[in-house]
């Protein structure tokens, strides 16, 4: 199996790429970090064919990247894109460099490389894009709007490249609630966090299933879905909803 990850030194998708590779996989790694993605690298040893360090907002490049990384695998079998920021609600209201920042690497550093990746699998007949968006996506919530738009925008393009390969690709959107990695640090925790583990677990299920949409972990498919109908005037009066 040839397994292409971007944003590799996240703490779930280095999770991930863990999982792949106990299972003896050919890894392609691509992060923004170089120190992480070496030392990520380093400890997978030859499961990782190579790897590259590139900012995902620098379209140019990490396309170019990209197209190494088909080259050196051959075959795709998987493409997981993982890269994300959650960024700060309050300075996105005020500093649109903040919003642009959000919605740049969460929406189109996304989209930019999914194009290339979808042409190389439709040419093929073959493979899985699997992508982590959010349950923020779902809801726009004044503690994260900024960041739900990107990763709800990011959904909602998944569902149109869905149906584009359908029957020739698969297209996975991986709706991820929230986890206790390094980016949720200064959030205080409750019992709906995930482990990084469990996540890891939870994507790799998804993409083995070839599922269209999945929620991860997956009581936030009942959790959401009263969420989203919920009617205004009731979600505008819970706090832990409506409130920052």
Same mark, same amino acid.
């Given at each position: ?5 971007l ?9 991930? $790429? ?8 050919r890894?392609?790694l691509?992060?923004r ?19 590259d ?6 379209? $140019?490049?990490a ?5 190494r ?6 075959t795709l ?7 994300g920021?959650?960024g700060d ?5 005020r500093?649109f460099?903040e ?7 969460n ?11 979808a042409?190389?699998v ?5 493979g899985?894009? $699997?992508?982590?968006?959010?349950v ?14 990107? @990763? ?10 869905r149906?584009?390969l ?8 991986? @709706? ?5 990695? @390094? ?16 996540a890891?677990?939870g994507?790799v299920?998804?993409?083995?299933r ?26 505008q009066?819970?706090s832990?909803?409506?409130?920052r």
């Amino acid at each position: 199996m040839n397994v292409l990850i971007l944003g590799a030194t996240s703490d779930i998708a280095a999770e991930v $790429a863990r999982i792949y590779a106990s299972r003896g996989a050919r890894l392609y790694l691509i992060a923004r970090n170089p120190e992480a993605l070496a030392q990520l690298s380093a400890e997978l040893g030859s499961a990782v064919v190579s790897s590259d360090a590139v900012d995902f907002t620098d379209y $140019a490049r990490a396309s170019a990247a990209v197209e190494r990384a088909l080259t050196a695998l051959g075959t795709l079998d998987v493409a997981l894109l993982s890269q994300g920021y959650l960024g700060d609600q309050l300075e996105s209201e005020r500093n649109f460099e903040e919003a642009r920042r959000q919605i740049e690497v969460n929406l189109l550093s996304a989209v930019a490389q999914l194009i290339p990746l979808a042409q190389h699998v439709e040419k093929n007949g073959r493979g899985t894009l $699997a992508v982590i968006t959010s349950v923020a996506g779902e809801r726009g919530r004044p503690r994260n709007y900024t960041y739900g738009a990107a @990763k709800g925008g990011l959904t909602l393009y998944l569902q149109g490249l869905r149906s584009r390969l359908w029957g020739k690709a698969h297209v996975v959107t991986i @709706k991820l609630g929230p986890v206790d990695t @390094k980016m949720t640090t200064h959030h205080k925790k409750n019992a709906v966090f995930a482990s990084i583990p469990q996540a890891a677990r939870g994507i790799v299920r998804a993409v083995d299933r070839r599922a269209g949409e999945v929620y991860v972990p997956g009581f936030w498919f009942f959790i959401m879905a009263v969420v989203r109908n919920m009617p205004e005037a009731i979600f505008q009066k819970l706090s832990f909803l409506s409130g920052r």
